[in-house]
Nanobody, 123 residues
Framework: VQLQASGGGLAQAGESLTLSCRAR????????MAWYRQVSGKQRELVAD???????KYADSVQGRFTMSRDNAKNMAFLQMNSLKPEDTAVYYC??????????????????WGKGTLVTVSS
């Protein structure tokens, strides 16, 4: 399974960007999706996550500004980022936990990461 993230780019403070993530491959159930971000030299941090049932949680730093949503039919997740701040500048990664089958054709839970998309917010 591959995760393809897109939508990053350059924005000015106060502007908006929307990130998209599509999961492709043999997925029986896409149970959990999340967005993380990482600044060079710092640990990757959870920005938002969403269960298959649509329950979302957000980091305190983005609460009220970012909205995560999913399109389960298309195995996609989105991150609507409003009122962007320079401190939101980071590489954003899509993460997913899904049910599939392994090489022995046995059900197994897997985790996948996208390659990341850079978001740069100027002041």
């Amino acid at each position: 399974v591959q995760l393809q993230a897109s939508g990053g780019g350059l924005a000015q403070a106060g502007e908006s960007l929307t990130l998209s993530c599509r999961a492709r491959g043999r997925i029986l159930s896409l149970n959990y999706m999340a967005w993380y971000r990482q600044v060079s030299g710092k640990q990757r941090e959870l920005v938002a996550d969403c269960t298959i049932g649509g329950v979302t949680k957000y980091a305190d730093s983005v609460q009220g500004r970012f909205t995560m949503s999913r399109d389960n039919a298309k195995n996609m997740a989105f991150l609507q980022m409003n009122s962007l701040k320079p401190e939101d500048t980071a590489v954003y990664y899509c993460n997913a936990e899904y049910l599939s089958t392994n090489t022995d054709d046995v059900y197994e839970d897997f985790t996948a990461w996208g390659k990341g998309t850079l978001v740069t917010v100027s002041s």
